[in-house]
């Protein structure tokens, strides 16, 4: 069976950059599975009768596994990092992570793993690094001398695996601020500058349209309820609009330290 893994550090981050091909590669037969490094403990809350600081890792993770039914995603594993922590992981914890992803790669022996590129899509410390442990351990996963331990335990190594990297062209997200304030509401993005978001236009190697799934990407979006509060893009944006300006999802072929694609699609 064909599998896309899917690996982020926060519950939102698939359906945000990815939950049209998500859906895409499930209608197609695929198994498709996502690692999410932590459960978003310390990001916004909405609306406080949804959560607090007490128990917002745990709401986030049912809206997680919301998300993950309304896009047929079948597997999932945490990481169970602390919000915020992945850039700043000591030796032991960088190395107990890679284990960790190398493990989930050789278990489900992927063709296609998406994650963050360099861009972090804006910047955010959590989404560059786990774009770079990812990049990491899809290069380990195919290392017979990397965790010897692992064919013990029926781990054999696997070919790497083909990586994208999940980002937006410059220009994508702000074009969505505009025309919704067109519509008369004013929006925003959990409060990031929109010209924040995204790689120029002539590094997106790969854009799919996602007309057939983009019901079920924002109908995944809106499971993440807490960080949507009432002026939020995606509380605001209509399936209408949606197909207008929000159907394409946009990646870059992550490439081998001399420049060449790992593999061309
Ligand atoms: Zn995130």
Redesign the pocket.
């Known amino acids: 069976m064909n599998t896309l893994l899917a690996i982020?550090?926060?519950p939102?981050?698939e359906s945000l950059v990815a939950g049209g091909a998500l859906a895409r590669y499930a209608a197609e037969g695929w198994r498709t599975a996502l690692i999410c490094a932590t459960r978003?403990e310390w990001g916004p809350i909405s609306d406080e009768s949804l959560a607090d600081y007490e128990n917002l890792g745990e709401v986030r993770e049912r809206e997680l596994r919301a998300a993950c039914d309304v896009l047929g995603v079948s597997w999932l594993r945490f990481l169970d990092l602390e919000d915020g922590s992945l850039s700043a992981l000591d030796g032991d914890e960088e190395q107990a992570t890679l284990e960790k992803i190398t493990r989930a790669i050789r278990e489900l022996r992927p063709q296609i793993v998406i994650t963050f590129g360099p861009d972090g899509l804006y910047g955010?410390g959590?989404?560059v690094a786990i774009g770079r442990l990812t990049t990491r351990a899809c290069a380990l996963a195919n290392d017979a001398n990397a965790f010897p331990q692992h064919p013990d335990q029926g781990l054999a190594p696997c070919r790497a695996p083909e990586l994208l990297y999940a980002t937006a062209p410059q220009g994508f997200y702000p074009r969505l601020i505009e025309r919704l304030a067109e519509t008369g509401h004013e929006t925003h993005l959990w409060g990031i500058p929109p010209e924040q978001f995204g790689v120029p236009p002539e590094e997106i190697t790969t854009t799919y349209d996602i007309t057939p799934f983009l019901d079920r990407k924002l109908a995944a979006l809106r499971c993440h309820r807490t960080q949507l509060d009432d002026s939020h893009v995606f509380s605001r944006l209509t399936q209408g609009l949606a197909a207008q300006i929000f159907n394409h999802e946009f990646f870059r072929i992550a490439e081998e330290p001399d420049g060449r694609p790992e593999r061309a699609r």
């Open positions: 982020f550090a926060h939102d981050d978003g955010h959590d989404h």
